[in-house]
């Protein structure tokens, strides 16, 4: 073997070696999606729902990163509610207008008047997790504003997959107490717990019903 | 344990059997026993303390070894300045005494000079009218002495005439005089210009020596290591060490600073460069960022080089004078470049800064507070000059680097000679405690069998 060609095969083994060190962002990036319940008496907390995912949410995003909001209401597993998307830019400049222009948007949404007589809980989860999964992102998290009693219309079946919420931390908000609640707080604490035992069943990464809205951005820090 | 019972109903019984039985079996195998712990004993014990000799040696060739190579690196690094120090010499001699002839010429022509004025300044007493030899003839005339009133009268003609003369020639020659002192006193500016020139001479004279001095302390140092005495190889050591550390901290503080220079240029990398990939998990905007700082520290290393300050490149030293300092002037202007660009990035840091932290509150719904200009612009000027100076600063770090390379061969080798020889040292330990363990369990079976060998002892008495 000529000095020439050790040289070239020395060359191509470390240009291979500089290659497989190569790899896109995805497994850095982080993925978010937000459930926003319009329906029955948590409609009324949209605003203050808003206002968490502008101040806590959004600002949390670093470029790279994606958000998507889902509403849930009567049927959720449908693409209509799919309420705003947002990719951040890698430049910085650039994801600061994204964040300013998707915060705009979620004003117009908190504005308008919406409302659904069941609650699609699972339905807008399942539409999250495929949302999720296409992105292939490194940290994958939900938050779900509701106040996580779902009440499905006749005919509807949702079921979840085994590995349906694989790799998905999973995060209850704002979860308001209802009437029946504060009569018996065990009603609150089984309902909470019943969905915790189904998420983790079918393999979400980590279940919180407890978040303060201000450590928003210290649980998102926490799983990337 | 009670598996091993002769008879299990009875255990004081088999345990006695038992204990009796080994007894005569250990005390009949007793020597072959004896020879078997001993060769044990050679075996594991006597093969440590080879291995820890072995060592000892190892130690013994590498510290010979580092003391050659301490002394080869310094007799080279002394015969380098003692080069230096002679193209020093030539080029204090191309300097200061290329102007010697003219400065000579000048002295000659001051002497001249004031020669010619010498000269011109010998006093010649000027010389009275010739009335002397016309009295002497007047009165070598017959009947002088009878009082003849005509000569008496020539004669005070004359004596006056004389007497005028002298004074006339009185005034000549103190009018000669006043010349004089002035050619003189105008002698004055050439004696201190010869003064000044003697002085220069001097001057240069005196740095040629220092030079020269310089010469012959670098050559007995070079002497000394070349004889390579205990006290030179413990000179150099001590010095390599000193040298290792310091070079140590200084680079550690350039790192450092290295680290700040990259914070200050990372993040608005990624505003110029595609930061959509990563390679082994680094944006390609920090790459960048690194890419920058070392490329500083690189056109650093080629600046102290050009200014031969460091000799880490020969390649660099044997360049010629203008080659060199085109390479310098190269140096300088890349570094002046990413110094530039460092500046501009730094201001671009500030501005995302502000830009991310308005982004922040106009999400958080606060009312957005006036910021002071003034402060702003500190931060920005601030962060600008930090970026400017940073990579002049990191050019530097080309001096440590190169003691630290320096220094790092002997100081890490006596570190590994070290740790060797505290191996060695162990490994002597414990072949020691194991040669004394088993004599020890030699001493214990002799005690085991006590009571044959007693008896044995007893009839050998006997008999």
Known sequence: MTISKKLFNAVLVATLAFMAGCSDNKQYETAICALADISGTYAK??????????AGIVPSL?????????????????EENIKGKLKLDYRPSQANKQKI??????????????????????????????????????????FIFSDMKEELKKGVKRSFNNDEFENINIAAMNVIKLNEDSTDPQVFRSRIKKWKKRVLKHSAKSWDSTLDPTEIPNYIDARR | MSSLYIWPQMPFLSITVLVVASMIFLYLARTPMHLALESLSDGIAGGLERTAVWIKSVVVKMQEKNKKVLLESNIAASEQKIAQEFKRVEASYTKHLAEYPALHLKIDESITAIDADFQECGQVVPEAPGWNDAVESIASIKGTASGDRVIEKMLKELHKSAVEGEKMALSEMQKASTKRHKILSSLAPVWKKIQKAMNEVNTRVELVLETSGKIEKYMDEYEKVRKGGDDSIDMLSSKATKLFIFSIIVITVAGFGAFVNFQLIALPM???????TR????????????????????????????LAVTNIFPQIAGLTLNKRRMLLYAAILGLFFLASVEAALAVLREHIAVTNAATTQALAGKVETAVSTESSQITVI??????????????????PLEMLIESSQHVLSKLLILIILLIGYLIGILGHILSTIMKTVVHIYDAYIIIPTQIENLFKSKS
């Not at chain 1, 907390?45 to 502008?54: D, R």
């Not at chain 1, 504005?111 to 069941?118: E, G, M, P, Q, V």
């Not at chain 2, 082994?280 to 650093?300: C, M, Q, R």
């Open chain 1, 62 to 78: 670093v470029p790279g990163d994606s958000l998507i909001l889902i509403t849930i209401d009567s049927n959720s597993f449908n």
């Open chain 1, 101 to 142: 222009k998707f915060a705009e948007k979620l004003d117009v949404f908190a504005n308008k008047k919406t409302s659904a007589k069941f609650t699609d809980i699972s339905g807008a989860m399942m539409l999250c997790s495929s949302h999720l999964k296409s992105t292939q992102a490194g940290t994958q998290i939900m």
């Open chain 2, 270 to 276: 990624s505003e110029l460069v595609p930061a959509g």
């Open chain 2, 279 to 306: 390679v082994l998990g680094l944006h390609v905007s920090d790459i960048s960022a690194l890419v920058i700082v070392t490329l500083e520290v690189v056109l650093g290393i080629f600046l102290m080089e050009a």
């Open chain 2, 382 to 399: 601030g962060q600008a000059t930090l970026g400017f100076v940073l990579p002049w600063i990191l050019a530097m770090v080309a001096v």
């Open chain 1, 45 to 54: 907390e949209k605003k203050s729902m808003v206002k968490i995912i502008q």
